[in-house]
């Protein structure tokens, strides 16, 4: 079982930048982040494939950066521009396998991670 640790979280004002990060205790497949307002459904808000293919929700692009270090399993999530909509609890999600889901939509996404982390919460002030 892939435990995963997200660490990063905390309180801005808007405009403001933080960056998470997702210890994974094992080389996975494709990793992601989530998030989940209060009231809202959860969505997804960037992934990443073994081959650094990379998918960004539209909400979010030109704002938000993922990555990853190979070395240490760890996936990165660079939030710049963040705005009181960005407001949220942050998942971190891998699947095992080689498979490449960047193509699915964004809307599904959740469906095809296997492995979640316990969340940390962001929050951005006005």
């Known amino acids: 079982q892939v435990q995963l640790v997200e660490s990063g979280g905390g309180s801005v004002q808007a405009g403001g930048s933080l960056r998470l990060s997702c210890a994974a205790s094992?080389?996975?497949?494709?990793m992601g982040w989530f998030r989940q307002a209060p009231g809202k459904e959860r969505e997804g808000v960037a992934l990443?494939?073994?081959?650094?293919?990379?998918n960004i929700a539209d909400s979010v692009k030109g704002r938000f950066t993922i990555s990853k270090d190979n070395a240490k399993n760890t996936l990165y999530l660079q939030m710049n521009s963040l705005q009181p909509e960005d407001t949220a609890m942050y998942y971190c999600?891998?699947?095992?396998?080689?498979?490449?889901?960047?193509?699915?939509?964004?809307?599904?996404?959740?469906?095809?991670?296997?492995?979640w982390g316990q969340g940390t919460q962001v929050t951005v002030s006005s």
């Open positions: 999600a891998a699947r095992p396998g080689t498979g490449r889901v960047r193509y699915v939509d964004m809307a599904q996404m959740a469906l095809f991670f296997t492995y």
């Open positions: 990443i494939d073994i081959d650094d293919g990379t």
């Open positions: 094992e080389s996975t497949g494709s």
